[in-house]
């Protein structure tokens, strides 16, 4: 059974996060996307645990309430920040130098990337689920000929001042009806809402977008061991980001392909992406 602790930064924020397992565990730390919440990883925790992992799955910043400078000053969003944060709440939760198991999904998952990216002997593996390398989704983006740009059309979007006012109106009935139209059950839905349903959390969680315009960030070859899971149904990530992907990893990199799955691949197939990551850890151990 995971518990729900405060998780206090080098940097003075408190991260909302659910922890399972044993404290001597080999240490695993889970990243959400939007625009979900540490709940994306509720049916993984006590897997994870069962088989000895120390698995922590916090809140991010501007999700937990003690971790949200104003949204205003966008540079508190900056990308820079995001992986700093990934660092400082492993070393919080007890993992300060040694290395670990680092798992993000879409936003979650691009701050993963720029974890690889710049400590890579901070992690014995990297497992990212559903948001390609960004070099990858950058070339995606950008080829005139690809689809890519339509399917990330959301993106500017997030970017107009009143989106927030709109998704959490109407008891967020945009936030849960529109953005969560791939099969996500309504108990998911309200484990989200629960935690980004306010207006306060709704602006922070936008503030990525707004201030990491273009998926900011300088990246190189990724040089951790690499499992990417990608649904194949996902209407947001297209095959030609997504199966690029290992271009940009020059370590042991495996692509696992789910048939039928949408973007949301822990609300979807939990099941089959903690056995996957089971696997990955077991693969390359701490």
């Known amino acids: 059974m995971a518990e729900t602790i405060g998780l206090t ?8 996060a659910d922890v399972a397992g044993p404290a001597d565990g080999p240490f695993v730390l ?16 006590p897997e994870l645990a069962k088989a000895g992992y120390r698995a922590v799955a916090p809140d ?6 003690g971790a949200r400078p104003d949204p205003a000053d966008l540079s508190n969003y900056a990308f820079d920040k995001l992986v700093k944060d990934a660092l400082e709440i492993a070393a919080a939760a007890g ?31 990297l497992t990212v689920l559903s948001r390609p390398h960004p070099l990858s989704f950058r070339r995606a983006l950008q080829d005139p000929n690809g689809d890519q740009k339509h399917r990330s059309r959301h993106h500017g979007k997030f970017l107009e001042p009143e989106t927030g006012r709109l998704l959490t109106e109407d008891n967020a009935r945009r936030l849960r009806e529109g953005l969560f ?21 709704i602006e922070a969680a936008l503030a990525w977008y707004r201030s990491n315009k273009g998926l900011s960030g300088d990246f ?16 947001t990530v297209g095959p030609d980001a997504a199966k690029g992907t290992g271009e940009f990893v020059v370590a042991p990199y495996a692509m696992e392909v789910l048939p039928g799955v949408g973007h949301f691949v822990m609300d979807q ?6 056995e996957l990551m089971l696997a990955q850890f077991a693969r390359h151990p701490v």
């Open 9 to 16: 930064t080098g940097s003075g924020l408190t991260f909302t």
């Open 30 to 45: 889970l990243l959400h996307g939007f625009p979900e919440s540490r709940h994306s990883w509720r049916e993984a925790l």
């Open 60 to 65: 991010q910043r501007g999700y937990s309430p």
């Open 95 to 125: 993992c300060e130098a040694d290395r670990f198991h680092l798992v993000g999904h879409d936003w979650g998952g691009q701050v993963s990337w720029g974890v690889a990216n710049t400590e890579p002997q901070r992690l014995a593996s």
């Open 181 to 201: 139209g791939q099969d996500v059950s309504k108990a998911a839905i309200e484990d989200h809402v629960s935690v980004l349903g306010s207006r306060e959390a």
């Open 220 to 235: 190189g070859p990724i040089k951790v061991p690499t499992l990417y899971i990608w649904g194949d149904a996902d209407a």
């Open 269 to 274: 197939a939990a099941a089959k992406a903690t």
